[in-house]
């Protein structure tokens, strides 16, 4: 019996070390990531996506985010879809000249029998 690992949510959270952003700047950049994470969904999975907040626990935190597909994704559609959400927001940081930011992804997964 062969197993397929999917991915039906992955906790992502966005961390700027030592930022001196305000409430509102960070606001305004949390929009625009949720914005790029959208986009990448949509060119790779094709599906409806729900983005769903989580705690902000520290300061650092940009975004805290769960996002989550209707019906599971398998792990290959889902690593193209984290290597474009992670390019995306390298290039958009980059473009905005705000420093590296670290990109952690939480990933919550599911076996099923082939």
């Not at 705690?55 to 879809?81: C, N, P, T, V």
């Not at 927001?89 to 029998?113: G, H």
Request: with cysteine.
């Amino acid at each position: 019996m062969e197993f397929a690992i999917s991915i039906a949510m992955v906790d992502v959270t966005v961390k700027m070390i030592n930022h001196d952003l305000n409430d509102r700047e960070v606001k305004i950049l949390e929009v625009f990531l949720l914005n790029l994470a959208a986009q990448s969904n949509a060119s790779t999975t094709k599906m409806g996506m729900a983005l769903n907040p989580l705690e902000k626990l520290e300061h650092d935190m940009i975004i805290h985010y769960r996002f989550a597909w209707q019906s599971s994704i398998s792990e290959e559609l889902y690593g193209e879809f984290k290597e474009g959400l992670e390019r995306r927001y390298s290039v958009a940081f980059k473009m905005c000249d705000l420093p590296e930011v670290q990109i952690l992804f939480m990933e919550n997964a599911y076996i099923e029998s082939i």
